[in-house]
């Protein structure tokens, strides 16, 4: 198993156990949760506020632009937003690495609950998904040029549309310049791009260095 699987299970584990407490509702981090062991109280606290802090800036995003925007989220990994949305963008894209995609795909395309809520137009293919709503797309963001042509390419995004990128602790894991490189190639290829952060800061272990 990758150090990416890892952590992706490791989050997954986590919003389970907090569901599972009544921390927050939501009907199918379930189905992704390898094993929901218990969290120690901050650790199901702290999910809780970053799981509502980006439900609760996507919601208003697509509110304030009356579903007519787009929203890509970069290395989701198996966390279920897009099935918890009460409104849903015109176009919703997911960018990962191959083998977190085609993992997501086998659990959607084996889960009832989760495939039913796809758009009916949806193709589910090895490696990704594809819809007039709905994107599940496979490419590594390390190499941000890449990335974005194949972004631009397989969901054919308007990128004249107000377009949120949902980042959340994955930026620390790639070098600084690369970092950079891609939030100032999403700044140069979308005329109306808003990107929602949300990072580990000032990390005491030498793993986050």
């Not at 959607?108 to 293919?125: F, G, H, M, V, Y």
């Not at 969901?155 to 949902?166: E, G, H, K, V």
Request: proline residues 7%; glycine residues 2%.
């Amino acid at each position: 198993m990758s150090d990416v699987t890892k952590t992706n299970d490791h989050a997954s584990n986590c919003k389970s156990f907090a569901v599972s407490l009544g921390y927050y509702q939501d009907p199918y981090v379930r189905f992704f949760a390898r094993n929901p062991e218990r969290k120690p109280p901050g650790i199901s606290l702290g999910t809780y506020v970053r799981v509502m802090i980006v439900r609760l800036v996507i919601t208003e995003f697509i509110s304030l632009f009356k579903r007519k925007c787009t929203s890509v989220s970069l290395a989701e990994g198996s966390d279920p937003l897009f099935w918890n949305l009460p409104q849903k963008p015109l176009k919703y894209v997911e960018v990962d690495l191959k083998d977190v995609v085609v993992r997501k795909c086998l659990i959607i395309e084996r889960t009832p609950p989760l495939k039913q809520n796809l758009p009916k137009d949806a193709k589910i293919a090895p490696t990704g998904i594809s819809s007039d709503g709905f994107y599940l797309i496979t490419a590594d963001i390390s190499n941000p040029d890449e990335a974005l042509k194949l972004l631009l390419e397989k969901s054919q995004l308007d990128c004249t549309l107000p377009t949120l990128f949902l980042s959340e602790c994955v930026l620390v894991y790639l070098p600084s310049r690369l970092s950079q490189k891609l939030v100032d190639s999403i700044a140069s290829k979308f005329a109306k791009a808003a990107f929602l952060l949300y990072e580990q800061v000032s990390c005491p272990s030498v793993y986050f260095v």
